[in-house]
Nanobody, 124 residues
Framework: QVQLVESGGGSVEVGGSLRLSCVASGVTVSTDCMSWFRQAPGKEREWVAYVSSGYSAPYYSKSVQGRFTISQDIPKNSVTLQMNSLKPEDTGMYYC?????????????????WGQGTQVTVSS
């Protein structure tokens, strides 16, 4: 049984930083694809970043490139999303997603496993 548990969300001002964590069980962070998505109120779920050691280097959406960093914590079987220089448009519910294979995708339909989400609010 796969379980993904996110934490680290909160409220920050513009330009601030947050670090999200996703602890996984039932998938192996070191070999399987791990992604972060986000969803703002009234908008579709949007892919943010993915990491998979067996597939590609970490990859980011254009909207977060250069500000966010996704990384694996192998001993903890977790993945983190370091978010810097936050903007109001980064506000939303952030979800960890996983697939039990190395290949990654940018469509939410690709991922069978999801966490419950953690809220990020950036205020100006």
């Amino acid at each position: 049984q796969v379980q993904l548990v996110e934490s680290g969300g909160g409220s920050v001002e513009v330009g601030g930083s947050l670090r999200l964590s996703c602890v996984a069980s039932g998938v192996t962070v070191s070999t399987d694809c791990m992604s972060w998505f986000r969803q703002a109120p009234g908008k579709e779920r949007e892919w943010v970043a993915y990491v998979s050691s067996g597939y590609s280097a970490p990859y980011y959406s254009k909207s977060v490139q250069g500000r966010f960093t996704i990384s694996q914590d192998i001993p903890k079987n977790s993945v983190t999303l370091q978010m810097n220089s936050l903007k109001p448009e980064d506000t939303g519910m952030y979800y960890c997603a996983a697939h039990s294979r190395a290949g990654c995708g940018r469509q939410s339909s690709y991922y069978p496993y999801w966490g419950q989400g953690t809220q990020v609010t950036v205020s100006s």
